[in-house]
């Protein structure tokens, strides 16, 4: 039988990990009722007749992750793109791969979607918070129909930031992205589908990047365009017989560069709104923009900003960590993203993602989208703690304290192990942070043995 979430449920001999970024109790309790954490306590706890009880010996236990930068978990129009949502038992995979990775606190920054997309009524409740932005003005809705915009409507291209504030949302952004603004999701979707539809020859996203980098330079400018590697790549990646240097450059620039400025603008008028309404705003954070957002922290200082994923693969390790440490001078919070830089090394490796973290200038670590790839947020943790990059409590903290410190709106009421807070807890395995045994959302327990599925402790005596 299903417990309520009246019943005390107490978790007993735990390595505990408050979140809080400092404090560790190497044998620990945590009490929850109802929804709230009423207790946390370092030493063994009493184990008395009416509790629920479960023994977390050899595992750690700390507050669910909280993802402050995600894609595909709500139903609405997908990506700054203003894409065609994603089916909906893709959204369903999506989120249980969050879940079950430990996440119970999610903030989805397509931007575009609108807060009663997040809940798709032919679907069940799924046990994964799911928070959405908004990035609904001129500048952010045309950047979208430059490059795509099939999946907004009347009502995506009619919502104002007020509207969309007043029915839930967030935050703002994500302020650009891979398909505006010439990153990742031209890499490994558009830059490949036209070379296909041009040539028929489909070409990996490592080397539509360095075409696109060829013809248009690193910051999109032509100011580090190369006609000589273009003609190399052209020869080795087989197309120097399909299509001319001219041809491909004036594909690449058609691909890319309709929404560039327009994204750009979008930067300011979301900086000028996150001023105006007191909301966080989220900004994508890549060779091309940089700029952008180094000008606005300086014009725009009562604007609370987040660089997203400033380990964007477009930076030089040296430069990534460059652009936060002058990005962090100047208040704005740097996030970096997990992408597939971590266990799945597709496209991206680790460098920026290790210079940041051992730089010791990220605040929170989440997962964008990298075309599906995403790799967990505690895989990105655990190399953390196993390269001795951060301590275990420090780790921790930049995917649960940190995250609810700067997204308050998000996650202000969770995030730590802490007497009042909402009871989202993770019982994940001390020698791999990354394997969730079970998990607890608003109390009710969502994860059991790997699993999704309800349960009680009297199960684990089973
Ligand atoms: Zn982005």
């Not at 309520?4 to 001999?13: A, F, G, K, P, S």
């Not at 903030?107 to 046990?127: A, F, M, Q, T």
């Not at 009421?413 to 998990?439: M, P, Q, T, Y």
Request: hydrophobic share 40%.
């Amino acid at each position: 039988m299903a417990m309520t979430v009246t019943d005390d449920i107490l978790i007993i001999n735990g390595r505990v990990v408050t979140g809080d970024g400092s404090t560790v109790f190497d044998v620990g309790s945590v009490r929850m009722r109802g929804g709230t954490i009423i207790d946390v306590a370092a030493g063994t706890a009493e184990r008395t007749e009416n509790n629920n009880v479960v023994d977390a010996a050899g595992h750690t236990v700390m507050p669910g992750v909280i993802n402050g930068h995600a894609h595909g978990c709500v139903h609405g129009p997908s990506m700054p793109s203003g894409s065609l949502p994603l089916a909906a038992s893709d959204v369903e995979y999506f989120r249980n791969r969050h879940l079950l990775s430990g996440t119970t606190t999610l903030l989805n920054v397509c931007g575009l979607s609108l807060p009663d997309e997040i809940e798709d009524r032919g679907h069940l409740d799924h046990p994964l918070d799911v928070h959405v932005t908004t990035a609904h003005t001129p500048s952010n809705l045309g950047a979208a129909m430059a490059i795509d915009g099939k999946g907004l409507t009347g009502r995506h291209l009619n919502a104002t930031i007020e509207e969309t504030i007043e029915q839930g949302a967030k935050a703002f952004g994500e302020a650009g992205g891979g398909q505006t603004l010439g990153g990742g999701a031209q890499d490994y979707r558009f830059i490949p589908e036209a070379i296909l539809a041009a040539t028929g020859v489909r070409i990996h996203p490592k080397s539509a990047r360095a075409l696109k980098e060829a013809v248009l330079g690193r910051e999109l400018d032509g100011t580090t365009a190369s006609p000589e590697l273009l003609e190399e790549l052209l020869r080795s990646c087989g197309l120097d017989n399909q299509i001319s240097a001219e041809d491909l450059t004036s594909l690449i620039v058609t691909t890319v560069m309709p929404p560039v400025s327009l994204s750009l603008h979008g930067f300011e008028e979301l900086a000028r709104a996150s001023k105006r309404f007191g909301l966080a705003g989220i900004y994508h954070h890549a060779v091309p923009t940089a700029k952008t957002l180094l000008r606005l922290a300086e014009d725009y200082p009562g604007a609370r900003m987040v660089a997203a994923h400033a380990n964007h693969p477009s930076f030089e390790p040296e430069e990534c960590v460059r652009h936060a440490r002058a990005l962090k001078s100047r208040g704005v919070a740097i996030d970096v993203s997990t992408l597939d830089c971590i266990s799945t090394q597709w496209r991206n490796g680790p460098e920026n993602f290790d210079a940041l973290i051992e730089a010791g200038v990220v605040d929170t670590v989440s997962t964008d989208y990298a075309g599906g790839d995403f790799d967990s947020i505690l895989a990105a943790l655990q190399r953390i703690v196993h390269l001795g990059q951060l301590g275990l409590p420090a780790a921790v903290a930049l995917a649960t304290g940190n995250v609810s410190r700067i997204l308050p709106e998000v996650a202000g009421d969770r995030g730590l192990l802490a007497k009042g807070k909402r009871a989202d807890v993770a019982i994940v395995e001390s020698h791999n942070l990354a394997r969730v045994r079970h998990l607890f959302s608003n109390g009710v327990p969502v994860v059991f043995n790997g699993v999704r599925r309800t349960w009680t402790p009297s199960d684990l005596r089973g």
